[in-house]
């Protein structure tokens, strides 16, 4: 099984600062990384998408790509405490439609 | 437009007893997923259908799991003789499938039946 990983956190951060999250892949056939926020008791939601080398932004959100160094992020600004959830990171491997998760990185955002 | 809807919400049977989870993909979508989120784990893919077909059922975990779908549209995960370790939040996601194809497309996922096996 070709793995993602996440950084095990938690991560905690006050309200307005910016919070980084990372994720990495081994299988270097990935083609497709997604990230999603994940509330207690809810389903997974998606936020970004990215399938390029470089930057991706979307409003407070922006994700990141380094196909060389295998890597994936999610930079969150101005974080609010409605971002206080768990962020998933996945990936779509090289010949596969399924998505291959990170154990999730959760996120508190104090007031 | 609606969502991916799944039913139960909610199961809660014993030991060795057999349950239906089914799910009703977002309308116009071909692919569908089901994946496993256990406490403390991370999701699990469970198995792929493009249209009625299962390209991939790699991530079915023993031959008591099974799965099928109609009509390229509602699709059914089996359980027989279930067991305490099935007890997880069962989630299922579609995609569009565009053109018989569903690498890379965005999965949109329904609420999850949380099944508890006693």
């Known amino acids: 099984q070709k793995e993602v990983e996440q950084n095990s956190g938690p991560l905690s951060v006050p309200e307005g600062a910016i919070a980084s999250l990372n994720c990495t892949y081994s299988?270097?056939?990935?083609?497709?990384f997604f990230w999603y926020r994940q509330y207690s008791g809810k389903s997974p939601e998606l936020i970004m998408s990215?399938?390029?080398?470089g930057d991706k932004e979307d409003g407070r959100f922006t994700a990141q790509l380094n196909k060389a160094s295998q890597y994936v992020s999610l930079l969150i600004r101005d974080s609010q405490p409605s971002d206080s959830a768990t962020y998933l990171c996945a990936v779509t491997q090289g010949g596969s439609e399924k998505l291959v998760f990170g154990k999730g990185m959760k996120l508190t955002v104090n007031p | 437009g609606a969502g991916v809807s799944q039913s139960p919400s909610n199961k809660v049977t014993e030991k060795g007893k057999d349950v239906e989870l089914r799910c009703d993909p977002i309308s116009g979508h071909t692919a569908l997923y089901w994946y496993r989120q256990s406490l403390g784990q991370g999701l699990e893919f469970l198995i792929y259908f493009q249209g009625n077909s299962a390209p991939d059922k790699s991530g079915l975990p023993s031959d008591r799991f099974s799965a099928e779908r109609t009509g390229g549209s509602v699709s059914t995960l089996t359980i027989q003789r279930t067991q305490q370790e099935d007890s997880a939040v069962y989630l299922c996601a579609s995609s569009l499938g565009v053109s018989g194809r569903a690498r890379g497309e965005t999965q949109y996922f329904g609420p999850g039946t949380r099944l508890l096996v006693l």
């Open positions: 990215i399938y390029s080398n």
């Open positions: 299988d270097r056939g990935s083609q497709s």
